[in-house]
């Protein structure tokens, strides 16, 4: 347990320049006067510095950015209210635009013209926020689909465009970091186009060098705000590793129990306590395990108690999101079990607590789902509830991890030339590319038109560079990295749609037979149409869970970088990965029993992306006595746990990459181990893997040389995403390997 002490704010005076109607409106929301960071942030901007406000979840950075934004709208208003400025606001998702425009619309501005601009706004809606709108709240996706593209429709509102505010900004990380940068640089060229040069102010939690990923996001150069003045009520973080159970796993491994177990059973006690709670789960259907353990735990407690706790996920149809968000808001719901989605979602007054199903992926992350809880200054708990993995069982057993070193910085590239193409082809349609815009999108921009051209997507003309497709050019660049259009769920009794699925995960979650789990109902996949992106579901109480099993191959395309560590080698560069759902496995619930494995016919998936690699030639290993049948599972799980250990040296999620090891690759004729970006043209991870190289390989050999475990298990080499099913694995010969590879 660490407990971080209450903290107390400095205050200070209002901003001179600050109309007299918004000190009063302020103050009738109880704040009588400003943190010290929302000031400084707001006279930063006012004075036309790009700015990002790096503060402490709940530090009320939104303050900061609406000084300067409504002093603004007010002050150019012309006659009759006319709208004179605007302002976008961009947000990661939905929920948290919604919620700051109830926080908009609760303040009460004279006249404020506020609306979302989303895909769940009917037409009307959009029409007015181009039309007459001073405050636009939106999202990447519709300025990169809906206002870039038709923004002759726009031009107004683009012409009087005085700040955009980046909301949320250290989510932009990895390939979608990188293709929102190249959104902010088409904005700004747009923006130009109709005689304006907004302001930016960024909101981020702690992050470090916020200035820099702000300049790399923005293209610009930003003063960062990182000086704290808030108030914090004391903060009390626990970590809880989960009991073994009597069940063995595979190939015996000791198997402990779930963190989403151990969650519900956690969540269930607090709401019994009437502890206001929100559990964050890695997983949709994690989210929706938990909340339906809960409902059933509550069920045997007392009668209503049960229909205080709810799932919240992405997926779900708009008008369920709303009503949830409503009944978080009003205290209706006691407990709610959310994915990823409410870690930057609505803004809950009153939470007391916040229970985490393992590490979220990065240290920002973690503090950011903590902040959650004890907002208004009042003290907080948070419990993270360790997984079975490599390093969730390295961090209980390492805190000073978690509380001493500083959060990490973003990691992503806009000139990722899959990101990079799409862009400049959506420039282009958008208002012919001149080779003045060219230092805009970057150092690849110049090769990057050439190749274009040279592809027939672009046509050089004496003003510019055109797009020449019939496509919508914006359609080009799928800038979440979901692969494509998301799979909808079709329930075939009713044929009503349920939700969606993102298109790569589709194969491994939505294939035929597989079992699904959706606001707390189970259902049968009876069909997977790939060309109509649709699955078939039914209802079904199966007493057994599915789990795809994938093959995948690696080829080296060409290796950018390496060092040389004695007889190994470890590299960077480009590589081309082939996978493949050959199959699923029918697993009893609860033990795990294997019931059997069904084939699949589907599709590969080719990925050309980035990795860091490292090898061992022969004579190294058999002069360590390693014998050659042990070096396939000797690789394998040092590869497993060299994935799992990866996020504490870069900004990533073990599901942002992956992996392949051999005892013999073809390219290399060595043991070779990849670990690779799971998005095209890579995301930054691997190179970051590659230059913190010698830590994040000691510190994968010290877990695994540490875990308790006799043979290997989910805590040290066991993977819950390996296409072959954690075979083989050979634990203690993998620790020799890496001290071979790290010259002890």
Request: aromatic share 6%.
């Amino acid at each position: 347990m660490e407990v971080l002490p209450a903290r107390p704010g400095r205050r200070t005076d209002w901003p001179q320049w600050l109309p007299p109607e918004l000190v009063t409106a302020w103050q009738a929301r109880g704040i009588e006067l400003p943190w010290s960071h929302q000031v400084q942030a707001a006279e930063l901007a006012r004075a036309g510095r790009h700015v990002v406000q790096a503060t402490g979840t709940a530090s009320g950075k939104s303050l900061g950015y609406l000084m300067p934004a409504l002093t603004e709208v007010l002050e150019a208003r012309g006659p009759g209210g006319r709208r004179g400025a605007t302002v976008l606001y961009l947000s990661p998702t939905k929920a948290l635009a919604q919620d700051q425009l109830s926080s908009l619309h609760s303040l009460g501005v004279p006249g404020l013209a506020a609306t979302t601009h989303d895909g769940d706004s009917p037409r009307e809606q959009r029409e007015f926020a181009r039309d007459h709108a001073e405050y636009v709240l939106t999202n990447p996706d519709m300025l990169h689909r809906s206002l870039l593209p038709g923004h002759a429709r726009w031009a107004r509102f683009f012409g009087s465009l005085r700040y955009v505010v980046v909301d949320e900004c250290h989510h932009y990380r990895g390939v979608f970091g990188a293709h929102v940068a190249q959104i902010l640089r088409r904005l700004r060229r747009v923006c130009a186009a109709y005689g304006a040069s907004p302001t930016f102010l960024l909101a981020s939690a702690t992050v470090a060098e916020p200035e820099v990923s702000g300049a790399r996001l923005t293209g610009l150069e930003v003063s960062a705000v990182t000086d704290d003045g808030s108030a914090r009520g004391q903060v009390a973080l626990a970590l809880w590793e989960p009991p073994f159970t009597a069940y063995a796993g595979e190939n015996g491994a000791p198997v402990r129990r779930s963190a989403t177990a151990e969650v519900a059973d956690l969540l269930t006690d607090l709401v019994v306590e009437q502890v206001r709670t929100l559990a964050f789960v890695r997983s949709r259907r994690g989210a929706e395990s938990v909340a339906m353990t809960t409902r059933r735990l509550l069920d045997e407690v007392g009668p209503g108690l049960a229909d205080r706790v709810a799932a919240y996920r992405g997926g779900y149809l708009p008008e369920d999101r709303r009503e949830l968000e409503r009944s978080l808001r009003d205290g209706t719901l006691l407990g709610v079990a959310a994915t990823n989605a409410l870690e930057l979602g609505i803004d809950v007054a009153g939470l007391d607590a916040v229970l985490m199903a393992g590490f979220p992926g990065t240290r920002a992350a973690l503090w950011q789902q903590v902040g959650r809880a004890g907002r208004g200054g009042q003290d907080a708990l948070g419990v993270l509830v360790a997984r079975d993995d490599p390093l969730d069982t390295y961090l209980v057993t390492h805190p000073e991890m978690l509380i001493g070193p500083p959060v990490e910085a973003n990691v992503f590239d806009p000139d990722n030339p899959y990101v990079l193409g799409p862009h400049l082809c959506a420039a282009a349609e958008e208002i012919p590319l001149t080779t003045a815009d060219l230092e805009l999108f970057g150092p690849g921009a110049q090769a990057g038109v050439e190749a274009l051209t040279a592809a027939g997507l672009l046509r050089r003309r004496p003003r510019g560079w055109f797009w020449t497709d019939r496509r919508r050019a914006s359609d080009l660049a799928d800038i979440r990295s979901s692969g494509g259009s998301p799979v909808r769920l079709v329930e075939e009794a009713t044929g009503r749609m349920l939700g969606t699925v993102d298109q790569s995960s589709a194969h491994g979650t939505v294939h035929a037979g597989a079992v699904y789990l959706h606001q707390g109902e189970t259902y049968l996949v009876g069909t997977l149409d790939l060309d109509e992106n649709v699955a078939v579901v039914a209802r079904s109480d199966p007493d057994y869970s599915t789990s795809a099993r994938e093959i995948t191959d690696i080829e080296i395309s060409a290796e950018e970088l390496h060092v040389g560590w004695g007889p190994a080698r470890v590299s960077y560069g480009s590589v081309r990965v082939t996978h493949q759902v050959v199959s699923f496995l029918r697993r009893r619930l609860p033990s795990g029993e294997v019931l059997g494995e069904e084939p699949l016919d589907l599709p590969e998936r080719v990925l050309d992306t980035r990795a860091v690699w490292w090898t061992l030639p022969a004579a190294a290993l058999e002069a360590a006595g390693l014998a050659t049948r042990d070096l396939p599972g000797a690789a394998h799980a040092a590869e497993h746990a060299a994935i799992g250990l990866l996020p504490l040296f870069a900004t990533c999620d073990r599901w942002d990459i992956g992996g392949v090891s051999t005892a013999l690759h073809a390219d290399t004729g060595q043991l070779t181990v990849f670990v690779y970006d799971g998005h095209p043209g890579g995301a930054g991870f691997a190179e970051r893997g590659f230059h913190a190289a010698r830590p994040w390989l000691t510190a994968t050999r010290d877990a695994i040389a540490s875990c308790r475990c006799d043979a290997g298990c989910p805590s040290c080499v066991q993977s819950p995403k390996c296409g072959n099913q954690n075979n083989p694995l050979d634990k203690h010969v993998a620790v020799a390997l890496l001290d071979v590879l790290l010259c002890r």
